[in-house]
């Protein structure tokens, strides 16, 4: 089963940033963004909920400050991705070279990235779990070097898709960190937005689905619908 949040992916970034020899078809349906009666109005409570969230997750991933202490699930959880995003540098393999330096790296990078989902079985193949753990790392290392990670958000998502793909302990809720940082800026078109809101929802939603069915926490279930308004409204 190919992956259908992939193939969006790839359909933005080719003919958005990078020219490669193959191009993916999107198959992202689009939500409907608007109500009727016009965009969705947050309470004064969901704008707190809204600014607390944005707090955490608006930092930088490698030098923001994780002296919090939340009761609520959601924000513990995202906490916890960006305390483990902070690790990085302690985890950084050696497969992250220093040839990472220049632009045509995100190409191949992302080359790589699409050629590694595109060889999966299903869904949640888990068979090249160490090769996206590695993609991811050096992704980071690219960043931090190339100016081309700064012409397109759709890199990011890439990144958060390795990070959850990796099923790396040492990077525990950093996709869904990425996710919500892509949902919550402004800098982002809707497209890419409602394809993060998408991925993030999915992620939690199996995350907390077993044997006894949905056990998704509340604070969980407040947060994805606070983000989905400010997605789709």
């Known amino acids: 089963m190919r992956n259908d949040h992939s193939k969006t992916v790839a359909a933005f970034f080719f003919f958005g940033l990078i020219a490669i ?79 990472l330096n ?3 790296d995100i190409a191949k990078l992302t080359s790589k990235y699409f050629n590694l989902v595109h060889s999966l079985e299903y869904e949640v193949d888990t068979t090249f779990h160490l090769d996206f753990t590695y993609l991811f790392y050096d992704f980071i290392v690219a960043k931090q070097r190339s100016s081309a990670y700064e012409d397109t958000n759709v890199l990011q998502y890439i990144v958060a898709d390795c990070a959850l793909r990796s099923h790396s302990g040492t990077l525990y809720m950093v996709g869904p960190l990425f996710l919500t ?32 069915g949905d056990n998704t926490p509340e604070a969980w279930s407040e947060t994805l619908n606070l983000l989905s308004k400010k997605v789709f409204s």
């Open 181 to 212: 940082q892509l949902i919550l800026s402004d800098d982002v078109g809707e497209d890419v937005k409602a394809m993060a809101f998408e991925r993030l929802e999915e992620t939690i939603a199996f995350r907390f689905t077993g044997s006894s």
């Open 21 to 99: 020899s193959f191009a993916i078809p999107s198959t992202l349906s689009q939500p409907e963004s608007k109500s009727q009666d016009g965009p969705l109005k947050l309470t004064k409570l969901e704008k707190h909920d809204l600014k607390r969230l944005k707090k955490l997750v608006n930092q930088d991933c490698l030098t923001g400050s994780t002296k919090y202490d939340y009761s609520n699930e959601a924000l513990r959880d995202l906490s916890q991705g960006l305390r483990n995003c902070q690790d990085l540098k302690r985890y950084m393999p050696p497969t992250s070279r220093e040839e």
């Open 102 to 104: 220049s632009d045509k």
